[in-house]
């Protein structure tokens, strides 16, 4: 009995996993004329949700957590909202706020998720929103990517996999340091 | 990374530390009558008792020891701030040269609970060679932490971990320990390069 529902529960996921790997990209070409600027290899959508420039910064050896990022734009008539991510390197991933308060970096867990309002774009940045990947197994290595699940409200879930940028990357075009 | 440019620079550095002292000795004698009369504390002044990351001791007068410091306070389990301001540093130092052999820095950690010698040694030295991570008991590093008037506070995340919200700020330390200043996270690396150079000016 246990078995066959572990075997259901497998299968499910497995389904899912193809669904969720493959759909996105079917749907890739459809959005990109969308904005001219970022006619970019790697938008990523997801019913009314699209996703550029994700990519995570390499991490330091021992370095147990990690950063990743991204411009996510609400394309439908509906606000939607990023409620969870996952990643298979990582024990845990949750979406955190930074900021600078004073010369004091505050951080905190955002449990309601990020609100991404119809029509509007929502970036995830060094120094502000930011994917937390916590008890990461190996280092993040620049140049690979790691596999990331994000999960919304109402467009559902998408995996990808994200690159891996510099350390100290602002944006996922290998441009690390001084750029600003 | 290979042993012998790293022994060649630490001789230099060694030689370099050797021709300030003696410069710096001859200086003190001239001064001193300025000096005592207007005495400098120490900005870290503080009784604490560390070790850095090859277990060696750190006190008070290791940020005094006569040579200029970049000093940071941070933590292995930092996303962003940290590994960013390590990577700016040794950016930093490289973009010196010689010309900043003269100078120490330091990254320690507010999270020692976590941070063994061990951890912070393969951190801190990913990027460069020239960064010394130092960590210690809970009790001495928030004597630092107070000595420094650094902010680090513990805040619990909901899987039942923690993270630290602290000091993003590197601290520009004159070489008896003098407060000389700060460079903010993510200064532009003109302008830190700018505070630093004033830095070993003035030491």
């Given at each position: 009995?246990?078995?066959?529902?572990?075997?259901?529960?497998?299968?499910?996921?497995?389904?899912?996993?193809?669904?969720?790997?493959?759909?996105?990209?079917?749907?890739?070409?459809?959005?990109?004329?969308?904005?001219?600027?970022?006619?970019?290899?790697?938008?990523?959508?997801?019913?009314?949700?699209?996703?550029?420039?994700?990519?995570?910064?390499?991490?330091?050896?021992?370095?147990?957590?990690?950063?990743?990022?991204?411009?996510?734009?609400?394309?439908?008539?509906?606000?939607?909202?990023?409620?969870?991510?996952?990643?298979?390197?990582?024990?845990?991933?949750?979406?955190?706020?930074?900021?600078?308060?004073?010369?004091?970096?505050?951080?905190?867990?955002?449990?309601?998720?990020?609100?991404?309002?119809?029509?509007?774009t929502?970036?995830?940045?060094?120094?502000?929103?930011?994917?937390?990947?916590?008890?990461?197994?190996?280092?993040?290595?620049?140049?690979?990517?790691?596999?990331?699940?994000?999960?919304?409200?109402?467009?559902?879930?998408?995996?990808?996999?994200?690159?891996?940028a510099?350390?100290?990357?602002?944006?996922?075009?290998?441009?690390?340091?001084?750029?600003? | 990374?290979?042993?012998?440019?790293?022994?060649?620079?630490?001789?230099?550095?060694?030689?370099i530390?050797?021709?300030?002292?003696?410069?710096?000795?001859?200086?003190?004698?001239?001064?001193?009558?300025?000096?005592?009369?207007?005495?400098?504390?120490?900005?870290?002044?503080?009784?604490?008792?560390?070790?850095?990351?090859?277990?060696?001791?750190?006190?008070?007068?290791?940020?005094?020891?006569?040579?200029p410091?970049?000093?940071?306070?941070?933590?292995?389990?930092?996303?962003?701030?940290?590994?960013?301001?390590?990577?700016?540093?040794?950016?930093?130092?490289e973009?010196?040269?010689?010309?900043?052999?003269?100078?120490?820095?330091?990254?320690?950690?507010?999270?020692?609970?976590?941070?063994?010698?061990?951890?912070?040694?393969?951190?801190?030295?990913a990027?460069?060679?020239?960064?010394?991570?130092?960590?210690?008991?809970?009790?001495?590093?928030?004597?630092?932490?107070?000595?420094?008037?650094?902010?680090?506070?513990?805040?619990?995340?909901?899987?039942?971990?923690?993270?630290?919200?602290?000091?993003?700020?590197?601290?520009?330390?004159?070489?008896?320990?003098?407060?000389?200043?700060?460079?903010a996270?993510?200064?532009?690396?003109?302008?830190?390069?700018?505070?630093?150079?004033?830095?070993?000016?003035?030491?």
């Amino acid at each position: 009995m246990k078995k066959i529902i572990i075997r259901a529960v497998m299968a499910l996921f497995a389904v899912l996993y193809l669904f969720i790997h493959f759909a996105p990209r079917a749907h890739a070409h459809e959005g990109i004329d969308h904005s001219g600027e970022t006619a970019q290899h790697d938008i990523l959508v997801l019913g009314d949700i699209e996703i550029a420039n994700a990519f995570a910064r390499a991490t330091l050896p021992n370095a147990p957590v990690g950063g990743g990022f991204m411009t996510i734009t609400n394309t439908g008539a509906e606000d939607d909202r990023l409620i969870g991510a996952a990643a298979d390197v990582a024990g845990d991933a949750q979406i955190h706020e930074m900021a600078l308060d004073g010369d004091i970096m505050k951080m905190r867990a955002l449990e309601d998720g990020i609100a991404l309002p119809a029509g509007e774009t929502v970036t995830l940045a060094p120094g502000g929103l930011h994917i937390m990947f916590m008890g990461i197994e190996q280092p993040f290595v620049e140049g690979e990517c790691v596999e990331v699940r994000l999960t919304f409200e109402k467009a559902g879930e998408v995996g990808f996999c994200m690159p891996v940028a510099a350390v100290a990357a602002n944006g996922a075009d290998h441009s690390s340091h001084g750029s600003h | 990374m290979a042993n012998n440019p790293g022994l060649k620079s630490l001789r230099l550095g060694l030689w370099i530390a050797i021709g300030v002292l003696a410069v710096g000795t001859g200086l003190a004698a001239l001064l001193l009558p300025r000096v005592s009369a207007e005495p400098v504390e120490a900005y870290g002044a503080g009784d604490y008792t560390l070790v850095d990351h090859d277990g060696l001791s750190v006190t008070q007068a290791t940020f005094a020891s006569g040579k200029p410091s970049l000093v940071f306070f941070g933590f292995t389990h930092c996303p962003e701030v940290c590994p960013t301001t390590l990577y700016e540093m040794a950016t930093w130092l490289e973009a010196l040269g010689p010309e900043g052999n003269d100078l120490n820095a330091f990254f320690v950690t507010v999270d020692p609970e976590r941070d063994t010698p061990e951890m912070l040694k393969a951190y801190v030295t990913a990027p460069t060679d020239r960064v010394t991570g130092v960590t210690g008991e809970k009790a001495e590093i928030d004597k630092i932490v107070s000595a420094w008037h650094v902010h680090a506070e513990r805040v619990a995340l909901e899987n039942g971990d923690y993270t630290m919200d602290h000091t993003a700020s590197v601290f520009l330390v004159g070489p008896q320990g003098e407060f000389q200043g700060t460079i903010a996270y993510r200064e532009a690396s003109d302008t830190a390069l700018g505070k630093i150079r004033n830095l070993l000016a003035k030491s």
